[in-house]
């Protein structure tokens, strides 16, 4: 397992952008699946975000296409999560989680990764 410190997290106003880095303790991140999760009050844990260890896939949930990109940053071991448009069904904690040669599958499942950062709170007001 590898250990995920995510930061970024905050207050931002409705139709604002954040931006999440998730800094990953790995000799590479060429070798990790990394994906983003959110879970708001009262409801289940969903994956928002995807991208393979090659970075050349990458997969997003419906409610965030379009307004929310992934990149990272192998030098730097981060990968991000840009948050564009937000509104308050984005507010939640967001947990950066990986996986060993895992890739991306459609609806990011959580099982199919077994490192999890302690997540942080995102709060969009209206």
């Known amino acids: 397992q590898v250990q995920l410190v995510e930061s970024g997290g905050g207050l931002v106003q409705f139709g604002g952008s954040l931006r999440l880095s998730c800094v990953v303790s790995?000799?590479?991140?060429?070798?990790?699946?990394i994906a983003w999760f959110r879970q708001a009050p009262g409801k289940e844990r969903e994956g928002v975000a995807c991208?393979?260890?090659?970075?050349?896939?990458?997969a997003f949930a419906g409610s965030v296409k379009g307004r929310f990109a992934i990149s990272r940053d192998t030098a730097k071991m981060t990968v991000y999560l840009q948050m564009n448009s937000l509104n308050a069904d984005d507010t939640g904690v967001y947990y950066c989680?990986?996986?060993?040669?895992?890739?991306?599958?459609?609806?990011?499942?959580?099982?199919?990764?077994?490192?999890w950062g302690q997540g942080i709170q995102v709060t969009v007001s209206s």
């Open positions: 989680a990986a996986e060993y040669l895992g890739g991306c599958r459609r609806h990011l499942p959580e099982t199919d990764f077994g490192s």
């Open positions: 790995a000799s590479t991140l060429n070798h990790y699946g």
């Open positions: 991208i393979s260890g090659s970075g050349a896939s990458t």
